[in-house]
């Protein structure tokens, strides 16, 4: 079992900045890829980013524009997204998730076996 737990979210002014974390524990061994997905209001999940946490080769949804970063410290055990110019639109919930196998980022929010709880990031205008 892999348990992770999200934070760094909160609310900040759009152009603004934040750094989200994810730490994982639990069988970590295990994990081969980590991921960030969100979901906003009234809209389903979707893939933010993902890396290959042995590699450290990242992908990256389409709609980023450059402004999201995913990262880790594999000292210890945290994933990061930084999260550059924000906009109203990067309203959501974020979710960290975790697979023990590769998963093409689009299908993370229907078969990631591993989720945090989230941390809310709430961009105003």
């Known amino acids: 079992q892999v348990r992770l737990m999200e934070s760094g979210g909160g609310s900040v002014q759009a152009g603004g900045s934040l750094r989200l974390s994810c730490v994982a524990s639990?069988?970590?061994?295990?994990?081969?890829?980590m991921a960030w997905i969100r979901q906003a209001p009234g809209k389903e999940r979707e893939g933010v980013a993902v890396i290959n946490c042995r590699t450290g080769v990242t992908d990256y949804t389409n709609f980023l524009e450059g402004r999201f970063t995913i990262s880790q410290d594999s000292a210890k055990n945290t994933l990061y997204l930084q999260i550059d110019s924000l906009k109203p639109e990067d309203t959501a919930m974020y979710y960290c998730?975790?697979?023990?196998?590769?998963?093409?980022?689009?299908?993370?929010?229907?078969?990631?076996?591993?989720w945090g709880q989230g941390t809310q990031v709430t961009v105003s205008s």
């Open positions: 639990g069988y970590t061994e295990s994990v081969r890829y």
């Open positions: 998730a975790a697979n023990t196998r590769y998963l093409g980022l689009g299908l993370w929010p229907a078969r990631a076996p591993y």
